[in-house]
């Protein structure tokens, strides 16, 4: 992430939330699960606005795991 991020500090960040993969692997594809639901969200692009790698790697973990709580409880997400 660092890398990418300092050799394109211009470039936006575009999170992408991944819900339900963990179903896939609880028992290590033995058997492969069938009818399992994978939701893959990607979220609004985060501009890097001066912010160093860290700020950014935060505010991207904030908006993952709000909108993965929200997939999980049901709850829709209204982005800004």
Known sequence: FNV???AMPDAPILPVAISGSWK???FN???????????????????????NSKE????VER????????REQG?????S
């Not at 950014?56 to 505010?59: G, L, M, R, S, V």
């Not at 709850?75 to 982005?79: A, E, N, Q, S, T």
């Open 56 to 59: 950014i790697f935060d505010e």
């Open 75 to 79: 709850i829709p997400i209204h982005h």
């Open 24 to 26: 896939l692997l609880q």
């Open 29 to 51: 594809l033995l058997p492969i699960p069938v009818g399992i639901t994978v939701h893959f969200d990607v979220l609004a692009p985060i501009r890097r606005d001066g912010r």
């Open 63 to 70: 908006r993952v795991r709000k909108q993965v709580l929200s």
């Open 4 to 6: 990418l991020a300092d």
